[in-house]
């Protein structure tokens, strides 16, 4: 089955950096657009960055010049690299990726990773 599984969340102090990785595996089919989503507690989930599989990203407001997301064909991963980290920032994040085979496009979610940040 496909599985996204996202790694590099934890514990930083503000200002600080953290890379987070999204490993795709068990199917051969073609990454279209990607991206990153986060929640935190009593809020809903939001868009963090996107690539719309052409190399056009989108970043949210709050992240723009800080954060940058990123693809590795080669390794099959998808990477969000998060530097001048704010306590805002602490929430689940997680990867989204567009897959598509036979033409057909089907949407893969990972179980998220914590980050928190501290004050």
């Known amino acids: 089955q496909v599985q996204l599984v996202e790694s590099g969340g934890g514990l930083v102090q503000a200002g600080g950096s953290l890379r987070l990785s999204c490993a795709v595996s068990?199917?051969?089919?073609?990454?279209?657009?990607f991206g990153w989503y986060r929640q935190a507690p009593g809020k809903q989930r939001e868009l963090v960055a996107q690539?719309?599989?052409?190399?056009?990203?989108n970043y949210a407001d709050s992240v723009k010049g800080r954060f940058t997301i990123s693809r590795d064909k080669a390794k099959n991963t998808v990477a969000l690299q998060m530097n001048s980290l704010k306590p805002e920032d602490t929430a689940v994040y997680y990867c989204?990726?567009?897959?598509?085979?036979?033409?057909?496009?089907?949407?893969?979610w990972g179980q998220g990773t914590q980050v928190t940040v501290s004050s």
């Open positions: 068990g199917s051969t089919f073609s990454i279209s657009a």
């Open positions: 690539d719309n599989g052409g190399g056009s990203t």
């Open positions: 989204h990726v567009m897959g598509i085979d036979l033409s057909f496009a089907r949407n893969y």
